[in-house]
């Protein structure tokens, strides 16, 4: 088996696929109607409310703020992926997750120059798996110290 | 020689020079990615290569009709890499002396370089390389 650091979780916003570091990752949450608190926000932050984990409470993000996707799941649908932060944890909304994959099966691809201003500040790098582009998800650039805690 | 590569989009027909023409592909899938310019209306995957195809209705004014949709993609060279314009009819590639350049009629047109009257019709000639800049300068507005 690979190790985590080598293995990629896949999850979608919309139609858009992204990979993320399973390393990262510490659950998968589904089913979050009774779980979900959707009056702690700061959508400042992107933070549509916070999830009941673990006897904590932790601050929910919805990246569709930051990349302006559109989904037609009402938040309750979805999945969170709880991430490890530099605060703690915290909890990534996704539409669906579609598995895991080894870096051996990605193929590196360049943004063209072209779109890198229109991208800055929101994905860096891409994939494909079987042709299909997949973005990198950055944590860090979605919650991170710079955050307000709720 | 010159030649253009003439292809039709909505109630537009376009004309590219053959020199910037790299290929025509069929019914390929494009993808959606986040934070593209307005300008841009998907992605597509050639060779590996992410292309960025150009939404034409930017030229026209006119939103007539999704490019994502187009059976055909035209990918072209610009100087700032390949970009790719959707077309619904490919016309073929005709000799420029085949026909007649005509100066540019549409107020607003942008990134028209002029006209190519062929056998009745008239084909806006596209400015492939300020087609692409555009992606750039939309960001920097």
């Given at each position: 088996m690979?190790?985590?650091?080598?293995?990629k979780?896949?999850?979608?916003?919309g139609?858009?696929g992204?990979?993320?570091?399973?390393e990262?990752?510490?659950?998968?949450?589904?089913?979050?109607?009774?779980?979900?608190n959707?009056?702690?926000?700061?959508?400042?932050?992107?933070i549509?409310?916070?999830?009941?984990?673990?006897?904590?409470q932790?601050?929910?993000?919805?990246?569709?703020f930051r990349?302006?996707?559109?989904?037609?799941?009402?938040?309750?649908?979805?999945?969170a992926?709880?991430?490890?932060?530099?605060?703690g944890?915290?909890?990534?909304l996704?539409?669906?997750?579609?598995?895991?994959?080894?870096?051996?099966?990605?193929a590196?691809?360049?943004?063209?120059?072209?779109?890198?201003?229109?991208?800055?500040?929101?994905?860096?790098?891409?994939s494909?798996?079987?042709?299909e582009?997949?973005?990198?998800?950055?944590?860090?650039?979605?919650?991170?110290?710079?955050?307000v805690a709720i | 020689?010159i030649?253009?590569g003439?292809f039709?989009?909505?109630?537009?027909?376009?004309?590219?020079?053959?020199?910037?023409m790299r290929?025509?592909?069929?019914q390929?899938?494009?993808?959606?990615?986040?934070?593209?310019p307005?300008?841009?209306a998907?992605?597509l995957?050639?060779?590996?290569?992410?292309?960025?195809?150009?939404?034409?209705?930017q030229?026209?004014?006119?939103?007539?009709?999704?490019?994502?949709?187009?059976?055909y993609k035209?990918?072209?060279?610009?100087?700032?890499?390949?970009?790719?314009?959707p077309?619904?009819v490919t016309?073929?590639?005709v000799a420029?002396?085949?026909?007649?350049l005509?100066p540019?009629?549409?107020?607003g047109?942008?990134?028209?370089?002029?006209?190519?009257?062929y056998?009745?019709?008239?084909?806006?000639i596209?400015d492939?390389?300020?087609?692409?800049?555009a992606?750039t300068?939309?960001v920097?507005?």
């Open positions: 690979c190790p985590a650091g080598t293995r979780l896949i999850f979608h916003l139609e858009v992204f990979l993320l570091g399973l990262e990752v510490v659950e998968i949450c589904e089913h979050l109607t009774e779980k979900f959707p009056s702690r926000t700061d959508m400042d932050q992107g549509v409310g916070s999830l009941s984990f673990r006897q904590t932790i601050p929910v993000v919805d990246p569709a990349l302006n996707t559109h989904s037609h799941l009402a938040i309750t649908r979805k999945s992926l709880v991430l490890r932060g530099s605060e944890n915290w909890a990534l996704v539409d669906r997750v579609g598995g895991i994959v080894p870096a051996t099966k990605l590196a691809c360049d943004i063209p120059p072209l779109l890198r201003q229109s991208i800055e500040g929101c994905y860096s790098q891409i494909l798996i079987e042709d582009p997949m973005i990198h998800f950055e944590p860090e650039k979605y919650y991170g110290s710079s955050s | 020689m030649r253009y003439l039709c989009y909505g109630s537009f027909a376009y004309a590219v020079p053959l020199l910037s290929k025509i592909v069929h390929r899938r494009g993808y959606l990615l986040p934070m593209l307005k300008v841009v998907e992605i995957v050639d060779d590996g290569r992410l292309v960025p195809v150009v939404e034409l209705s030229i026209t004014d006119r939103q007539e009709m999704s490019a994502c949709s187009a059976n035209v990918l072209a060279s610009s100087v700032a890499g390949t970009v790719a314009f077309a619904e016309c073929g590639i420029a002396q085949k026909g007649q005509l540019t009629k549409g107020a047109m942008t990134g028209i370089t002029g006209v190519f009257g056998q009745g019709k008239e084909y806006n596209l492939v390389d300020y087609l692409a800049m992606m300068e939309e920097a507005q």
